[in-house]
């Protein structure tokens, strides 16, 4: 095992550089993760044309952030079955498969909270 190494300040920011690195690889590299992204961003401004109250937000920050981890998630164990030729496991689509529709849950989810707190205000706002 390896012995615990003392707490360091280096050490916790290089995690967060890695952290970072690896957000801008899968903004550059996945069109999904631009998209959730994107969308989060846009939500969020609209919590605020819409002036939604404060657990409001919460709920919306929390369903942004729901989705980019699970397709950050969904990314990372899809770089990782890419390692693994998929004739020599049958297995590898299955796993994709499934963290796929990780992903995709998590969008729906985001999507259902987004209707029952804007749909309401939008309504209201266009009548």
Known sequence: MNKKSKFSIKARLNSFKHALRGLKIAVK?????????GIGIIMYILSAVLKLKKMEIVAVLFSIGFVVVAELFNTAIENLCDFVPPNDHKQIKKIKDISATAALISAI????VGLILYLPRLICTLS
């Open 29 to 37: 590299e996945e069109d999904n993760a631009k998209i959730h992204l």
């Open 109 to 112: 989810t985001a999507f259902l």
